[in-house]
């Protein structure tokens, strides 16, 4: 699928600073950039490097007080996989590659080692790790409000547990953590969304089952075929997509992704449905 | 019915300090004390005090480093009282009596403001308060593991809704929580407990239904009606066996609870059960 | 001294509901209410009852949706104490008043439990009680920023010593968890404060030493006598300004505390002062 | 110099499992390994592969329950690094190379995002970033207590900030945590101990000033040069002693670390020492 995506982040600087940003589209075998513009105004030159997970930074200083204006377009064509999962078995912990078994620990929002019992009661007796992915995000669904405004940069899935209440980095990070729970490798991924509404960035997770880092989100609030992927990491922390370092406020953010071909036929999962959707990297 | 109590605590005092302690059975109407005997070996003279929240405490000063034995025993008659839910409607705030305001509040350990939405998403739809603290104290039951020492005492309500784990005190405080985030008045109830295994002091709640301090206890380790009650109060905060001011160590603790009559017939709660069990105060 | 209080408050009613409210003028032999009113409007009838702690909460139901302003005014006549606390001694547990008791106690944001060891290495060298207070409360003011929103209703002294910012609700919970980690009893106190800018109910604290409840503001926002007292208590959850049961937002608040006579000597205190002040209940 | 360590551990498997153990010396340019053993009784295939972060991971599965004893030893030749960090300046974010960006942000147990304004408040006016890690360290080493069994996995830079006891991982954490929010790249560092007694695994932690990664330790326990590297990581969760999968039990810990040259001459950090020890890579 081909998209137009764009963001535009406007900061307002009353000391020098450095920015790092991870605002840029993944360039991967499978999603590929056809055309990309960066710009930030006033002019500051900036170094592009790749994070140790593989995501794509900018980086860049400031050096006088002011406001800068960042502007990123891209038009991106992706493809998604999908693949049955009526057959995969828990991944056999001897043969996990050895990028995969830090998604297996705990993280900053994502404190897999304190929702043990709670996912094990909850999951533990479903017989294979796809259905208890798409039950535990199911649960998420069902048991968490989507509430703007209701949650900040410290909450954790640990915290959102109980308050039952978040934005998509908490759906995400209570998913993520309740899969390491259950031994499920599981890894934060963030991107522009399609037919997001209001427009922004968007987090999901991926959970790594039958040998494919598979796609989920407990929002339900896109078609899991509508993202152009950002980055994967561990959790928010790995992937913010502004890390900020000085007196510099991030004031507005303007998002968009629209589709750039004629049709589109939006994939969602159903109860008891075996196949995932994966974005392979 | 007729209990033949007792408990047996050993101190180790390094220091001077004072003691507070919370092991008396309370005396109330529905509650008689027919014998009672509590020393202090070697002997310190102690003073009798009546808590705000009516509870029996006695209160002495250690001088001397050294070992300190104490030793309650009492012969008690109690009684206690059924009463028919099933047509017992949610507690008009307006007629609620001022001394039972506190116990809507969250406290210490029953963080109710935090389980606000947890409670609301579980047990919200519930029509009458009697069945809704039926089935949170069902849910504790069926969620939360009965495991010695996976606990202690900073361990809080919001923590045992997703440790799962605890003891006699996690599922009170995590009832008594849910009660009060569901505008149910509810509050700790401590006790020598008949058929305890292994013995100990046990730790229960009450919710305010229909009028009643309906009385609950998750754990499910004893009849309902084999209670010897201690005291009453917000949470364990208010009702620790033992406060201990200076460098004093409760080493032992051994306690008892015996049938003091021929019969006794158990009561417990069934699902589906209407009827409430109190012990009036 | 005389001053004019007044609060306005403005609710929305989504549902029919309850409220309590705690914004009455305490009522004691040292603070008298030379004249004062209350009303909501549209009229609802109300009660007012006395909490277990003896504040005056106004209690009243709400039939109907739609919007309600509740208003009230008093001109109230208040005393201060000054006691020399030069030889105050700590507090000897043995003759502490039961109703004192409660307050060495941990409550729900002043986890005193959880602060025991950093009490105490930061000031159990201080020999005499009213030294330590003092010095709490400066490390308090040195340590924490005032930052109106930086903290919400869940927020309790155990974030608060890490966080170090806050609201007075914050500076307060923090003071208090600090005293009682000290073994020294420290409660809630809300009150309408002369010459806070901007104009809001605030909340300060009292440490019980050298048999005085004395005066404590870790805020440094105000004169420490130009407080009118509504409420005492163990901390926020005791002494909400509205308790709110139903679907009812509080959108508007407007306080203000006017001096009624011609003349305010200011009182602080500073550093190595061995006076306190008291508002005598 | 010359080390021989060793580590036996003993596991009782319960059900069949996956064990990830972390116990080998790191091999470095740095730290030669002239002899090294590694036996698993009874004998089990074992994979040894190189984590992400560059630490030896044995791996292997338990296919039988009972007994399993896991021996390792090693002779190592290490050498460390004195640098002189009078001039050393804040490290430019703008030349950080990206494998060091990940030990600036938030982990699961150094949540330094919630610690920014203590770290600024305590250590934000000292002018030189190894100044202000000598100046953490020492206060963690004032403010916290070294006591066995006070913490347990869950225990976070969060909780001892507050709490003020814990071990060495505790210590580590905290200390992580605070250069973090300084700003100041910070990793978890594990190891044999020479002269640590009770013998146990260290931890300790580096931060990266001046272009090297400074070797710290609040604890005070060994001498800075008596470390032989095992693994470097964000924090515990990634450098585990053991990942256990299944239902084994870590029963028996046996550690020890000894010279293997005739002379050593023990290294400490003094107030005002303006030279930093580190352990090249």
Chains 1, 2, 3, 4 share one sequence.
């Not at 996989?81 to 828990?90: F, G, R």
């Not at 909450?155 to 959102?160: C, G, H, L, N, V």
């Not at 499920?184 to 991107?191: D, M």
Request: proline share 5%.
């Amino acid at each position: 699928m081909k998209f137009n995506v764009f963001s535009e982040l406007e900061f307002e600087a009353a000391t020098a600073g450095t920015l790092i940003l991870n605002i840029h589209a993944l360039r991967t075998p499978s999603q590929t950039i056809l055309e990309e513009s960066f710009n930030i105004d006033p002019y500051i030159k900036f170094e592009e490097i790749v994070s140790v997970e593989g995501n794509r930074l900018v980086r860049f200083e400031v050096n006088d007080p002011g406001s800068i204006k960042v502007n990123y377009k891209a038009l991106v064509d992706n493809c998604i996989k999908v693949t049955d999962h009526s057959t995969s078995q828990e991944a056999s912990l001897m043969h996990l590659d050895r990028s995969i078994l830090p998604y297996l620990y705990p993280s900053r929002y994502c404190q897999s080692d304190k929702l043990y019992r709670l996912a094990h009661n909850l999951f533990g007796e479903i017989d294979s790790p796809f259905k208890q992915v798409m039950a535990l995000t199911e649960w998420i669904t069902n048991n968490v409000q989507y509430l703007s405004g209701s949650t900040n940069v410290e909450t954790s899935a640990f915290d959102t547990v109980t308050e039952q209440q978040g934005v998509c980095r908490d759906f995400a990070h209570l998913g993520i953590a309740l899969c390491r729970a259950l031994t499920i490798p599981a890894r934060y991924f963030t991107g522009y969304a399609y037919l997001l509404q209001p427009p922004d960035f968007h987090a999901c997770f991926e959970a790594y089952v039958g040998g494919e880092w598979t796609f989920f989100d407990a929002t339900r609030l896109i078609p899991l075929n509508g993202m152009v992927k950002i980055a994967g990491g561990r959790d928010a922390a790995d992937t913010a997509l502004a890390n900020i370092f000085g007196d510099i406020t991030l004031n507005t953010i303007n998002v968009g992704c629209d589709l750039a071909e004629s049709q589109f036929d939006p994939i969602y999962y159903f109860p008891d449905y075996m196949s995932g959707l994966s974005y392979p990297v």
